[in-house]
């Protein structure tokens, strides 16, 4: 067996198919396929459509055409994570298992009133206000409910500190070794009401199954490694280094197109932009 430093540099890009990729999402990409290929890496790419509410076909036939035209070539078969409920289940279920999920029927009007006048309560890092428990200890119904982790109990199971190692930055230029706080989060949903499963049960899963030691990303996500980090050691996965990167707004598609008000991918190239201009725009060039 190789062990850790052995293994190939393997980083991926995973877009939600829930609309047209812009000039964030390219930059994203380019970022995960460089820091790959400079290192003698592979480049992977996975379709996050869990969310059936949202996700739509020619969104990903989008994504394949804009990666192309972009000259991004990938490694391997795209999974997709609809074709993959079984795992993210069974993951659910192992931590169902160790009594760390509860059933939560709770809407959010219910949480707002639960909360109502408590000016002091704490919010998580998207500022959303921490989940008070209602459901933590009461019986519930387990049918079309979401489930949450306990996070006081998933906690209590770490026997080490819990870390990661940032090579790219937050976004107040955090880097090297990172102090994990999940606890920021409360009792996160792991499964929704709607869909069942949830980004932060088939993030994790997915990176594991796919072999990344590499997640390239966002700052936007930056504090969901956090969580990322617990369901790893909660599930026994391996830990990716991270590297997440300044987010690029639309900014960067409308000093390419000027008129346009639409500024996809597919909307600069139908305006005679070309994948030069744009990544250079983004600094691959
Ligand atoms: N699917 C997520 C998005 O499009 C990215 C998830 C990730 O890179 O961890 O924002």
């Known amino acids: 067996m190789p062990d850790d430093h052995d293994r190939m540099v393997t980083t991926r890009f995973a877009p939600s198919p829930n609309g047209w990729l812009h000039a964030g999402h390219a930059f994203s990409a380019l970022y995960a396929e460089n820091f790959a290929r400079r290192r003698g890496g592979r480049f992977l790419l996975r379709i996050e459509d869990i969310d059936f509410t949202r996700a739509r076909e020619e969104y990903i036939e989008g994504i394949?055409?804009?990666?192309?035209?972009?000259?991004?070539?990938?490694?391997?078969?795209?999974?997709?994570?609809?074709?993959?409920?079984?795992?993210?289940?069974?993951?659910?279920?192992?931590?169902?298992?160790?009594?760390?999920?509860?059933?939560?029927?709770?809407?959010?009007?219910?949480?707002?009133?639960?909360?109502?006048?408590?000016?002091?309560?704490?919010?998580?890092?998207?500022?959303?206000?921490?989940?008070?428990?209602?459901?933590?200890?009461?019986?519930?119904?387990?049918?079309?409910?979401?489930?949450?982790?306990?996070?006081?109990?998933?906690?209590?199971?770490?026997?080490?500190?819990?870390?990661?190692?940032?090579t790219g930055s937050g976004p107040d230029g955090e880097t090297g070794v990172i102090a994990a706080r999940p606890g920021d989060w409360g009792d996160v949903i792991l499964a929704r009401r709607d869909i069942g499963v949830s980004y932060h049960i088939a993030v994790v899963v997915d990176d594991a199954h796919q072999g990344i030691t590499h997640v390239t990303r966002g700052q936007d996500l930056y504090h969901a490694t956090s969580i990322h980090r617990l369901l790893q050691a909660l599930l026994s996965l391996p830990e990716p280094v991270y590297a997440h990167h300044r987010l690029i707004t639309d900014e960067a598609g409308r000093k390419l197109s000027k008129s346009l008000r639409d500024t996809s991918l597919r909307a600069l190239r139908k305006a005679g932009v070309t994948a030069e201009e744009l990544k250079r725009m983004l600094g691959f060039s």
Not at 93 to 118: D, F, H, T, V, W
Not at 132 to 145: H, I, L, Q, V
């Open 64 to 166: 394949f055409e804009d990666l192309r035209w972009l000259g991004l070539r990938w490694t391997g078969p795209v999974p997709r994570q609809s074709a993959r409920m079984a795992a993210y289940r069974a993951a659910l279920s192992r931590l169902k298992e160790m009594g760390l999920l509860y059933p939560c029927q709770c809407s959010r009007k219910e949480i707002r009133q639960a909360l109502e006048g408590r000016t002091d309560w704490p919010s998580d890092p998207d500022g959303a206000p921490l989940y008070p428990g209602t459901c933590r200890t009461a019986a519930r119904d387990e049918a079309a409910a979401a489930w949450r982790l306990d996070m006081k109990k998933a906690l209590a199971r770490l026997s080490a500190p819990l870390t990661w190692r940032e």
